[in-house]
């Protein structure tokens, strides 16, 4: 088992920032590709961003790219999200989570540990 647990979340004004962490623990952090997903009111939870063991590839969905940056340091266990430049659709609840498969996944149902999520309101 992985748990992994999100922080940094909250209200912040349009074209504001904010960096979201996940502490992970249990097993070995670097042997899992990390994601961060989101969920809107009413609507699929979604992908935002992953990034593989080592940190050298990231993915990122169309309506970040050049604003948030997925990150992590495997000496703490913790993977990070700066997201800059903030949107009202931006506003979320934002999920980490820990996939053993190969590749870096995008989706949902190849990451196997989730994170309980922390609140992410944008403002306009």
């Known amino acids: 088992q992985v748990q992994l647990v999100e922080s940094g979340g909250g209200l912040v004004q349009a074209g504001g920032s904010l960096r979201l962490s996940c502490a992970a623990s249990?097993?070995?952090?670097?042997?899992?590709?990390m994601g961060w997903f989101r969920q809107a009111p009413g609507k699929e939870r979604e992908f935002v961003a992953a990034?593989?063991?080592?940190?050298?590839?990231?993915f990122y969905t169309d309506s970040v790219k050049g604003r948030f940056t997925i990150s992590r340091d495997n000496a703490k266990n913790t993977v990070y999200l700066q997201m800059n430049s903030l949107k009202p659709d931006d506003t979320a609840v934002y999920y980490c989570?820990?996939?053993?498969?190969?590749?870096?996944?995008?989706?949902?149902?190849?990451?196997?540990?989730w994170g309980q999520g922390t609140q992410v309101t944008v403002s306009s």
């Open positions: 990034i593989s063991r080592t940190g050298g590839i990231t």
């Open positions: 989570a820990a996939s053993s498969s190969v590749g870096v996944p995008k989706t949902e149902s190849r990451y196997d540990f």
């Open positions: 249990g097993r070995t952090f670097s042997n899992y590709c």
